[in-house]
């Protein structure tokens, strides 16, 4: 089994030019086509060593070099008669000056393997893992999985179509040989991705303009003394894994019966003295896992961009230190995620429930006495920093998502004021900020699945123990605990906002636009928002009910009909209590001409609702509440709909049956709108509103006028000059809820 591409195309080096200011190094080396031997899958045995990120590993040496974050490993599909085995890379700045010394521990860990050869231990490990990732699978949703099955067909029996992507049963060392063989540096192609290369390429690609360069790897490379000593020496600082299956998170799963748990549909609603914990399980009996959602919520006081920018950077230096720890874990089928919010810190535990407890605790113990690593803080600090400057590329439906947001938010803070304050940040300060950000806080937790109430309370007394005996944390007052509010946008009134590369211009107009140029994209995008009024349970279900009305006709009209663009969205957004009807648009047409197809589709929308017949209506209605009562197909989904009630403080956990009571018991408001819109970087300047005179299609409904808006210089005054709407009324008094 020869490699199957020509010689032309292997050691091979590029040098790209990104958009985005990314650095990520690829190996790539091109192996046979390993598809018919699914059942021994020797490309997946070698993927899980060299991707391994525990001790020992690849990544754990380049980590502690300073040269790369991440690194990802494993086999890619071609076609045909071929496949890849790839390599990527996360590089940091110190990293793209030793793409070389990368490049060779990669070989020398490879080498590692050649000399360890393939171990039996390691694929009954695999094996193990995939049996019970496949025993314990969650719910797909009908839809896409049907699908996925159909394409799986081309390659599986259909007897072992269902599992065939999971269950391994033949250890083939002779295959992982055969793989492990192709890996050698004749077969390499090399490709570095960095905005440092911008002016060292000669060559474009043909579809999408990517600046890049190609170089043969010089054959000397293999008679080099340094590439010598790494292809055949043997280093100790690389060593195999440990098993999962000898380790903490590994063990028999304890299943809870839901017949003898006394918990049908019971919501947990308590209230510590200490910390102010409520947690809460919604309907464990019935859900047959043994999985489990754990969800913590954590406020905090300061919010300001300074401290907003040291939480973040404080949460990702502790993922990153916890990184080998948590692998073991997440190979057991335990995954957690950490990350920061305005004025909160979401910490999520999930998987397998009998060992959950066990890396919470570890999570919450390295949280409340964490000490920084200096290497990796300015890595961390430099990467935090590209990513605020890389929000420049995102797509432009994405950015007037993103000011619509900043507009009617009562605070938010934007990309260039957190990149302001990211300077102020040093080591010594973050390093004091620590404990003052653990030392007051207010939980609120969410366990849902496998669980009983005695597991439930337990794992919140150990949180609450861990923080106050090491961290010495102590609840925030009540009075401490800050909502922010959504801006009202009053009666008749309408408002854009411009943005350009250079200046914010903000329009408020009788409804409110905003527009922004970008300089990397082609397309324009449009977010168009009518403010309703706050959120209640019948106002949501008649948002919902026009929502699903106009959602077919919508599309119909205005993406298949008028193709103003791929990306054409209506629904509902809600927000800090309040909600409205949207629509988001990408488009290669001016934001003003889509703003007044959008209005035209309303008017015409109008006389079709009013004339519509009560069968129809009925229609709707009925569709509207068999989707509202469909159970979530994923436990996911079903954790995140709770989840969804506890940040919004509303707590409403019988939502559903009070939408379906005023669905099924079924004068035009006053209008309050709000549109963002983003130029392309072909536009230096757009109308707000305007005629189309190009635009003659004698076809389309005819556009209301609309009135000129004013020029805002200001969006902190914008905001300052309109009111705000009070919170919305949670359904339960959770600060007085008792267990």
């Known amino acids: ?127 193990d893992l995939n049996t019970v990732a496949f025993r314990f699978k969650d719910k797909e949703r009908p839809r896409g999985y ?20 999971y269950l391994l049963e033949d250890f083939r060392p002779d295959l992982i040989e055969m793989v492990l063989d192709k890996l050698r540096p004749e077969y390499v192609r090399v490709a570095v991705v960095s905005k440092s290369f911008e002016g060292q390429t000669d060559k474009t690609e043909e579809w999408y303009g990517t600046h890049y360069k190609q170089e043969p790897i010089s054959e000397d490379i293999l008679k080099d003394t340094a590439m010598s000593k790494v292809w055949f020496k043997q280093d100790d600082k690389f060593f195999l ?186 080591l010594p300060r973050l390093k004091a900020f620590i404990p003052q950000l653990l030392s007051r806080l207010h939980i609120e937790t969410l366990l849902h699945g496998n669980i009983t109430k005695e597991s439930a309370l337990g794992m919140m007394q150990m949180v609450e123990d861990t923080l106050m005996n090491q ?38 107009v009788m409804p409110i636009p905003m527009v922004t140029l970008l300089k990397v994209h082609n397309n324009c995008g449009i977010e168009i928002y009518y403010q309703t009024d706050m959120q209640t349970t019948h106002d949501n279900m008649l948002l919902e009910l026009f929502c699903q009305i106009i959602a077919e006709p919508c599309f119909n009209t205005l993406r298949t009909k008028e193709q103003l663009g791929y990306i054409v969205f209506s629904g509902p957004r809600r927000a800090n209590g309040v909600q409205g009807l949207r629509f988001i648009i990408q488009s290669e047409k001016a934001p003003h001409y889509l703003e007044s197809r959008v209005e035209a589709f309303l008017k015409a929308t109008e006389k079709s609702v009013e004339e519509m017949n009560d069968e129809a209506f009925q229609k709707h209605i009925q569709a509207l509440a068999i989707r509202r009562l469909d159970k979530p197909k994923k436990l996911a989904a079903e954790c995140a709909k709770y989840w969804g009630e506890i940040i919004s403080q509303q707590y409403n956990f019988d939502r559903e049956a009070f939408y379906i009571e005023d669905l099924l018991a079924v004068d035009a408001p006053k209008r309050h709108k709000v549109s963002v819109h983003v130029l392309s970087r072909e536009m230096d300047s757009c109308p707000i509103v305007g005629e189309f005179p190009a635009q003659n299609d004698v076809n389309l409904a005819p556009a209301p006028s609309l009135p000129q808006p004013t020029l805002v210089q200001d969006m902190t005054e914008f905001k300052r000059s309109l009111p705000l709407f009070p919170l919305a009324k949670p359904h339960i008094n959770f600060m007085a809820a008792k267990l």
């Open 471 to 508: 961290a010495h944390t102590k609840p925030l007052l009540p009075s401490q605990l800050i909502r922010y509010r959504e801006v009202q946008v009053p009666d008749g009134r309408s408002s854009s906002l411009s943005i350009t590369p250079i200046t914010l211009r903000y329009l408020p």
């Open 146 to 165: 049907t699908s996925k099955v159909a394409g799986l067909l081309h390659y599986y029996p259909l007897e072992e179509i269902l599992a065939a992507e």
């Open 241 to 426: 894994p440990k098993a999962c299956l000898n380790f903490e998170f590994f063990s028999p799963f304890a299943y809870v019966d839901p017949i003898h748990c006394n918990m049908a549909y019971l919501y947990l609603e308590l209230l510590k003295d200490s910390l102010n914990e409520y947690a809460y399980a919604a309907e464990l009996a019935g859900l047959n896992y043994d999985l489990q959602n754990t969800i913590y919520g954590i406020r905090y006081l300061y919010s300001d961009p300074l401290h907003c920018n040291m939480t973040y950077l404080f949460l990702r230096l502790l993922k990153d230190d916890l990184k080998e720890y948590t692998y073991a874990a997440r190979l057991a089928g335990l995954v957690y995620g950490i990350a920061s919010g305005m004025n909160a810190i979401l910490l999520s535990v999930k998987g397998y429930n009998d060992k959950q407890h066990i890396l919470l605790k570890k999570i919450i113990e390295k949280m409340a006495n964490f000490e920084i690593d200096e290497k990796r803080f300015d890595i961390i600090k430099e990467a935090y920093m590209r990513s605020l400057n890389n929000f420049r590329a995102e797509q432009p439906h994405q950015h007037a998502m993103y000011y619509l947001r900043l507009l009617m938010t009562e605070v938010a803070w934007t990309k260039d004021e957190l990149k302001e304050a990211l300077d102020d940040v040093t």
């Open 1 to 127: 089994m020869g490699c199957t591409l020509a010689a032309r195309f292997m050691m091979q080096f590029y040098k790209v030019v990104p958009i985005k200011d990314i650095r990520n190094l690829y190996v790539t080396f091109p192996i046979p086509d390993l598809q018919k031997y699914y059942k021994s899958n020797p490309g997946h045995y070698l993927g899980h060593l060299i991707g391994h990120e525990g001790p020992g590993s690849l990544l754990s040496e380049l980590k502690s070099k300073g040269w790369v974050n991440t690194l990802v490993g494993g086999q890619k599909e071609g076609a045909k008669g071929f496949m890849f085995f790839i390599i990527n890379v996360d590089l940091t700045e110190e990293g793209l000056l030793h793409v070389d010394d990368i490049i060779f521990h990669m070989f020398q860990y490879i080498q590692k393997l050649r000399t360890e050869g393939p171990q039996e231990w390691v694929f009954e490990e695999c094996k």
